[in-house]
């Protein structure tokens, strides 16, 4: 993470050239700028006027005369962060949180939350579509679940306001303070659904003051982002306002044969060639219409801010904020499962068969298909369908603060829209299979109202009371051949609201206790129908429940000496029931009326934050462990239909716990190293199901057998992870700088289902759905002008070409093989930014 060097005040002269400098006397006159020191780029005392005014070259001397003097030590940057709904540096917040500021975002290539999960040691965010409905687990805690109606463990918050619907969660992250994660349950102030842990997206609001920036960056498969900020005084110091936008696009990574003649042909029986992308004409040709590139980016994001201050105690802030998404929809890689035994390939139920992916299964498992011609190219596939998928985010909150003695008000009122319309193509393959066109549309209201109280002595307290309304639209329809298909709708009204209070004591000076309460009401209504395409309805109906919890959290902090706290902590967290928005495909399947249970966590967290050798290095530890209850699974299973049929239960107990370190060091001026090391080990406790398969024997019928997974590690949780950035900075004469940084991101196996990774039934080996050790390597190389207005900078992301999986899922038993969702290859180009 790129690290802001805090050098407080100036100083003239060297005393001596090394490190070993000291605080300069803070009441001593006003000295001249000093001298670089060898080897050691120094910062002006002020900026710059002009273009002409160059950097201190780092060899130059003293002036001629000047008096020697002391200078304050390199040190690492004070972040601050509203992890506890207040500002406050990171090194005060008694909780485990990695933030990323703009500049971190930038420099990383990280346009929304996927990204900040590369860079997070666990936090894992998988996403099965181009722009919408992510996944979200932290520390192992979270939920599979990728329909519309799913309620994420993760509460994601966006300047204030709760995101409940997952199609509004994945927004772009442009001209920001920063990005926090905070990992454990949050059981007071962000309680909502928050059993895992929470996201915090902080917009950067108007100042006053004039300012703007402009961005742009031109990359290989056609990309490239423009994007920018301006911010102006409207009526003196009391409105203001700052807008900002971003455009991405960027041609699709992934060839799709079935727009290429050369790749539509196909002879029967003649394993080189592939299945003919027509769907079973009898003369072979291509498919007209269809892209010959998917997997693209084109999406845009605005926002425009008008901050008022009518008096000195006063703060309102107006943020209207909007975005939409044009990418083709996502489109899986998949191998079949059912062996063709006169050659090394696979085919699924319909007779196609592919190898794209380095496994095919033979002898009843799945082995490398060495000698393939077709194998290794996770980014090529046959694809009929390359439908768009279209999605619209709007929304708007007022935000305001009132200070009234030692009481301060905040109200933050908040409203969000999103509508989704895509056209996937799940079953990945040239024949019609599966192909469901997902339309939704959701309306939420939130309201947060709190009051705060500080007089500056050993007592601090907050209440508060939250509420959200929110009507929810879907209508899916399920192609399942080209004269059959099953047509589906549902309408999900939530109502939730919590009251929550928080209180800091302190004892004395180096101890003092924190601890919140908090009560939560979470009300549902499901609506579900589901009608094929003759007419007959297979199942409809409705159902209403409430759900009710406490939660909350206690800490002792302990400081004996400056700059070394050390906390014990322990949080509740409670997430509401849940219905299935999937589950009605036939009358047997008819669950969806039914709920899952609540899920709950209890967490106990040990931790460390400290600074050391004169604040150059910060250094932070946590220590923890999670008891999981009536954990909250979506996994795909089969019935009679021979469809995918997804299913959503209850776990009845599972563990987590681990470690978590997190260091920023800038041993000298000119170099700035972060650190962020996991290590997690999870465990479900008590997990069987009762799955539904095709009878083998009566393919008109079914048998129920029984999965255990117990013992088993939970899906989405690596044990190792660890991720970090070195960036210096080197002045080169009186031209400017150039700033190298290196960025890398590793983490260990990691399982998509709750069966390691062995499919439902655990027909493959350990991690066939999964992804082995990983690393993701980025390399920048920037030139900054001398005023530091202008920055170029070359740049490489996935620097080795890693070819990886990001989500997988087990639809054997139904179509005869594994869909696989693949990341982005390796991009490079160059970027350009000017501070006006």
Not at 208 to 214: H, Q, R, S, V
Request: glycine share 8%.
């Amino acid at each position: 993470m790129a690290l802001v060097l805090v050098l407080a005040g100036s100083a003239q002269g060297q005393e001596k050239k090394d490190l070993d400098w000291v605080f300069e006397n803070q009441e001593q006159a006003e000295p001249a700028t000093p001298p670089a020191e060898s080897g050691v780029p120094s910062e002006p005392a002020t900026a710059p006027d002009s273009a002409t005014e160059a950097p201190t070259a780092p060899d130059s001397e003293a002036a001629e005369g000047a008096t020697p003097a002391r200078r304050r030590p390199p040190q690492v940057e004070e972040i601050l962060v509203t992890a506890q709904r207040r500002e406050q540096a990171m090194q005060e917040a008694s909780v485990s949180v990695t933030s990323f500021d703009m500049d971190d975002l930038l420099a990383q290539g990280t346009t929304d939350l996927t990204g900040v999960a590369k860079f997070t040691p666990n936090l894992e965010i998988k996403n099965a579509f181009a722009a919408s409905n992510p996944t979200l687990f932290i520390r192992g805690v979270g939920l599979k679940d990728y329909f519309a109606n799913a309620a994420s463990a993760v509460a994601v918050w966006n300047d204030g306001i709760y995101m409940n619907s997952p199609t509004g969660q994945l927004f772009q992250l442009f001209d920001l303070e920063d990005v926090q994660v905070l990992k454990g349950p949050q059981g007071t102030r962000f309680g909502r659904n928050a059993t895992a842990g929470a996201i915090l997206v902080k917009a950067r609001k108007p100042t006053g003051e004039y300012d703007a920036n402009f961005l742009t960056e031109y990359g290989n498969y056609g990309y490239y982002t423009v994007g920018g900020a301006a911010e102006a005084p409207i009526l003196d110091e009391w409105l203001s306002t700052r807008v900002a936008f971003r455009v991405n696009k960027r041609d699709g990574v992934t060839q799709n044969r079935c727009a290429d003649p050369r790749f539509a042909l196909s002879t029967a029986g003649t394993p080189v060639d592939r299945f003919f992308c027509n769907s079973f004409f009898t003369v072979p040709r291509p498919i007209v219409g269809v892209e010959d590139r998917v997997n693209d980016l084109d999406n845009w994001a605005a926002r425009a801010l008008v901050r008022l201050v009518p008096t000195d105690d006063m703060e309102w802030i107006l943020n209207v904020h909007g975005g939409a998404n044009r990418s083709t929809a996502l489109q899986f890689q998949k191998i079949g499962t059912r062996p063709i035994s006169e050659f090394p390939f696979t085919q699924d139920r319909s007779g196609y068969f592919d190898a794209d992916l380095p496994l095919v299964r033979r002898g009843g498992v799945l082995r490398p298909s060495s000698g393939s011609p077709l194998d290794g190219d996770p980014y090529a596939g046959d694809y009929n369908k390359t439908g768009d998928e279209d999605v619209d985010l709007f929304g708007a909150n007022l935000t305001g603060t009132w200070a009234l003695g030692d009481f301060e008000l905040t109200s933050i009122t908040g409203y969000a829209q999103n509508k989704r319309n895509t056209e996937g193509n799940e079953d990945a393959n040239p024949a019609l299979l599966l192909q469901v066109d997902w339309f939704n549309k959701a309306r939420q209201y939130t309201q947060d109202f709190r009051v705060a109280w500080d007089n500056g002595g050993d007592v601090e307290l907050e209440a508060g009371a939250w509420g959200l309304a929110e009507t929810l639209d879907v209508h899916n329809v399920y192609h399942l051949s080209p004269s059959n298909f099953l047509d589906q709708t549902i309408q999900q009204d939530d109502y939730a609201w919590a009251l929550y209070g928080w209180g800091s004591y302190h004892l004395t000076d180096q101890f003092w206790l924190e601890g919140g309460v908090r009560f939560q009401w979470d009300r549902k209504k499901f609506e579900i129908a589901s009608i094929l395409q003759n007419g007959q309805t297979l199942g409809e109906g409705t159902s209403k429940e409430i759900w009710r919890g406490w939660t909350g959290d206690l800490t002792i902090n302990y400081s004996p000496v400056d700059d070394v706290t050390f906390y014990l902590k322990y949080a509740r967290g409670f997430k509401a029931g849940q219905f299935n928005g999937a589950a009605l495909l036939e009358q047997s399947l008819f669950t969806a009326i039914t709920p899952v249970a609540p899920e709950t966590t209890d967490s106990f967290e040990g931790g460390i934050k400290s600074y050391w050798w004169d604040r150059r290095l910060m250094l932070n530890a946590a220590l923890f462990y999670t008891r999981y209850h009536d954990q909250q699974v979506f996994q795909l299973s089969t019935g009679r239909s021979a469809l995918p049929a997804p299913e959503l239960i209850n776990a009845n107990d599972s563990v987590t716990y681990g470690l978590e370190l997190e260091s920023r060091f800038t041993p000298w001026e000119w170099l700035e190293v972060f650190n962020a090391f996991g290590l997690l080990e999870s465990e479900y406790l008590d997990f069987t199901n009762q799955i539904e398969i095709p009878d083998p024997t009566d393919i008109s019928s079914s048998i129920v057998v029984t999965a255990d997974y117990s013992g088993n590690r939970l899906l989405n949780s690596p044990e190792y992870a660890w991720s970090g950035s070195v960036e210096a900075t080197w002045p080169i004469g009186n031209l400017g700088w150039l700033v190298p940084r290196f960025d890398w991101a590793y983490k260990s196996d990691v399982f998509f289902d709750p069966n390691q990774g062995q499919g439902n039934l655990s027909d493959f080996p350990k991690g066939t759905l999964g992804q082995g050790d990983l690393w993701i390597l980025n390399a920048r190389l920037a030139y900054r002008t001398p005023d530091e207005r202008i920055e170029i900078a070359g740049w490489v992301r996935n620097l080795t070409d890693e070819a990886y999986v990001v989500d997988a899922f087990d639809v054997s038993l139904s179509f005869g093989n594994l869909w696989y969702v693949i990341g982005t290859p390796r991009f490079y180009g160059v970027s350009v930014s000017y501070q006006f």
